[in-house]
């Protein structure tokens, strides 16, 4: 049972486009969420979080909305970069905060 | 540098092997994660220490993991008599506390391919 989804395995941007990167959750329970960036044989990276008393956290180009009626929860990067090519992984929080992560979204920003 | 560090970065190592993966988690972080990502899976949470609390050992797939952590710093995750299913990417992660303002910081990880 996968509590926290990301349905779209890939996702194709022009440059200075937005991209939008979506996340579902089964768990009503869970208190923030946070998004991680991976490029390849690179370790995740913290990109921005969201509390869940909360609908929007901003940190520069990245946005990051919480629907929590829905459970879902989206990843906005505008304008979208090369360099933001990457796999996106949506996180929650489990027991002892381990967390609990999506499968990934590719992202890629073509020139 | 000033990150977490594992090492090795990819180890290569026949069946019924045992591995040893370590962990140097950011100075002064008291919680250290260990997770690993299999092909085509997502991240995988394997074990937890916090401070000298007891680890939280619920994601460890088999008896064959085991992981210490000594002195409150590095840690050594070890795989006894490894399986072909072990090859995945293990990633060691570690944050000063737990919350929404102290997001946990991965290292590259350790690749490791069981032949």
């Known amino acids: 049972d996968q509590q926290v989804k990301q349905n779209s395995p890939s996702l194709s941007v022009q440059e200075g486009r937005i991209s939008i990167l979506n996340c579902d959750y089964t768990n009503s329970m869970f208190d923030y969420f946070l998004w991680y960036k991976k490029y390849p044989a690179e370790g995740p990276t913290f990109l921005i979080s969201?509390?869940?008393i909360k609908d929007k956290n901003e940190d520069g180009r990245f946005t990051v909305f919480l629907n929590k009626s829905a459970k879902h929860l989206s990843l906005h990067i505008v304008p979208s970069q090369p360099g933001d090519s990457a796999v996106y992984f949506c996180a929650a929080p489990g027991n002892n905060r381990k967390l609990i992560w999506g499968l990934g979204t590719s992202l890629a920003v073509n020139p | 540098g000033a990150g977490v560090s594992q090492s090795p970065s990819n180890k290569v190592t026949e069946k019924g092997k045992d591995v040893e993966l370590r962990c140097d988690p950011i100075?002064?972080?008291?919680?250290l994660y260990w997770y690993r990502q299999s092909l085509g899976q997502g991240l995988e949470f394997l074990i937890y220490?916090?401070?000298?609390?007891?680890?939280?050992k619920s994601g460890l797939p088999s008896d064959r993991f085991s992981a210490e952590r000594t002195g409150g710093s590095v840690s050594t995750l070890t795989i006894q008599r490894t399986q072909q299913e072990d090859s995945a990417v293990y990633l060691c992660?570690?944050?000063?506390?737990?919350?929404?303002?102290?997001?946990?910081?991965f290292g590259d990880g350790t690749r490791l391919s069981i032949l």
């Open positions: 969201i509390s869940s």
């Open positions: 220490f916090q401070g000298n609390s007891a680890p939280d």
């Open positions: 100075s002064g972080h008291t919680a």
């Open positions: 992660a570690s944050s000063p506390g737990v919350g929404e303002n102290q997001p946990q910081h």
